[in-house]
């Protein structure tokens, strides 16, 4: 039982009792409050430091371990890589300085510990002692040679590919955005174009080459066409699921505010069929990169997939390998872009899921 003094102390019924708190406490920190210094601090992990040794050791094998055969472009790839460790490593101190650098090395650095570990291990198993059967696995070397000979080659066959792929990209785009618009807002278009595109659309498109280089006056245009063939069709599709999808409740509002059809189509139905739209716009990327390989090889003079062709017929291998990085780096650059046109585009999409 409470005694007669604590009866005393407690505030009466229904009052509230005093919150006042002297100067001196308002003064020092909650004993779990941290200095700011304190709190944004992040220190790189431990695969900060490897990821650095590791690009150190592959500079010193490529410079000091002898080659089982000249090289001539060794001394290069030693300095490449040599500029790649002292990058890393000066992005490693830097970092414990400043707290954005060590939270984005954290993010890259199980990246770069294993490239840096891949470069030393292909460093010893061609370069070095020559484990893997050449002129199939060329060493890094031979590659780094094909890029100084064949450098202005390369950026031309790259200028060319991206130009084709630009053209037969984005017809099929809009080919394919207008079908399915077509086909998810007026039920005689889908009447009309459903069965052609799901008789057409599953075949691949480079089965359309030999007919598309008969019928087309050149194999540019017929390259054109195939690429646009083989993005229509995902785009067309994903356009229409998307279009068909939306809630018909989104419909019923805008014309309870006078809303004409031409306005429920293109800020009603599109806006909100836009997730679908860019999965299809996805889908037809990847696709034309494929069939844009498979027509540069075999019809058209110039492009990555035509030095592709032709440095494999002189079983040039190095300049062959050094043809599908760029294809990587070029094809990645643009998944990219995409993927920013996307996230900004669709941003309310993120705020709705949270």
Same mark, same amino acid.
């Given at each position: ?6 009866? +005393?102390?407690? /505030?009466?019924? #229904? ?8 100067? !001196? ?40 371990? /002898? +080659? ?14 040599? !500029? ?24 890259? $650095? /199980? ?21 893997? /059967? ?15 000979? +064949? ?22 785009? @809009?080919? #394919?955005? =207008? ?21 057409? #659309?599953? @075949? ?21 066409? @195939?690429? !646009? ?7 067309? =599709? ?19 505010? #006078? ?9 009603? !139905? ?76 669709? $941003? ?7």
């Amino acid at each position: 039982m409470s005694s007669v003094g604590e009866l +005393d102390a407690m /505030p009466p019924a #229904g009052s509230v009792p005093s919150l006042a708190i002297s100067p !001196a406490a308002l003064e020092q920190p909650a004993f779990d409050e941290q200095p700011a210094r304190v709190r944004t601090t992040v220190r790189p992990e431990a695969a900060g430091y490897a990821s650095c040794l590791v690009w150190i050791a592959a500079a010193a094998v490529t410079w000091r371990l /002898p +080659d089982v055969r000249p090289l001539y472009t060794t001394t290069h790839l030693a300095a490449l890589t040599g !500029a790649v460790a002292a990058a890393i490593c000066g992005w490693l101190a830097a970092a414990h300085f400043q707290p954005l650098l060590a939270r984005r090395l954290r993010a890259v $650095a /199980p990246w770069l510990l294993v490239l840096g570990g891949a470069a030393l291990v292909w460093q010893f198993v061609t370069a070095k002692f020559a484990l893997l /059967p050449m002129p199939f696995f060329p060493p890094p070397q031979t590659i780094l040679d094909a890029y100084e000979n +064949d450098g202005p080659l390369l950026l031309l066959s790259a200028a060319y590919s991206l130009r084709l792929l630009a053209l037969g990209f984005t017809l099929g785009l @809009i080919v #394919g955005f =207008f079908t399915g618009v077509a086909m998810g807002w007026w039920p005689r278009a889908n009447y009309w174009l459903h069965p052609i595109v799901r008789t057409i #659309g599953p @075949i691949p498109a480079t089965a359309w080459l030999p007919l598309a280089f008969v019928v087309l006056p050149t194999s540019f245009t017929a390259s054109i066409f @195939i690429l !646009a063939l083989a993005t229509w069709f995902p785009v067309t =599709f994903l356009t229409w699921s998307g279009v068909r999808a939306v809630n018909r409740s989104y419909y019923d509002v805008a014309r309870t505010l #006078g809303a004409s059809q031409w306005f429920l189509i293109w800020k009603v !139905a599109v806006p909100a069929a836009l997730p679908s739209i860019f999965v299809g716009i996805f889908m037809g990327l990847g696709t034309s990169f494929v069939t844009l390989l498979a027509a540069e090889m075999l019809g058209v003079k110039a492009g990555l997939g035509w030095y592709v062709t032709w440095a494999q017929g002189w079983a040039a291998y190095p300049k062959v390998y050094a043809a599908l990085a760029i294809m990587a780096l070029l094809f990645s650059g643009l998944i990219s872009i995409l993927f920013k046109v996307r996230n900004r585009l669709l $941003a309310w999409e993120r705020g709705s899921i949270r």
